[in-house]
């Protein structure tokens, strides 16, 4: 039997561990972006058009929604920040299509 062929993990265990840590890196990475947006309100650069937009939970979910393409339009920036919205709309989609394509190679891997 050749050592290099086994493996610890079952196929379902890879595919839980491998959701799970892309999804969380997804979350990371809206975090990234609302700390983006809450510095560039600090700044002085943009904004939100909203009045309610006060804590960082809601940068937080304005962030989430626009990384999902999701855009729901409840919150919406202003200034300069409308930039950054844009890329990060455009780097969820890629991200998320990145993740979808790499669960795929996960769930079918050994299945020749």
């Given at each position: 039997m050749d050592?290099?062929?086994?493996s610890t993990f079952?196929?379902?265990s890879r595919l839980l561990f491998a959701l799970y840590c892309l999804g969380t890196a997804h979350i990371v990475e809206a975090g990234?972006?609302?700390l983006g947006f809450s510095f560039g309100e600090i700044m002085g650069?943009?904004?939100f058009a909203q009045e309610n937009v006060d804590s960082f939970?809601?940068?937080f979910y304005f962030s989430v929604v626009n990384y999902s393409s999701l855009g729901l339009g409840d919150?919406?920036?202003t200034g300069h920040l409308r930039f950054l919205a844009g890329i990060e709309a455009l780097n969820g989609f890629l991200l998320i299509s990145c993740s979808a394509s790499t669960i795929?190679?996960?769930?079918t891997r050994g299945k020749e």
């Open positions: 050592s290099t062929k086994r079952t196929q379902s990234l972006y609302a650069i943009g904004g939970m809601e940068v919150i919406y920036p795929f190679l996960v769930a």
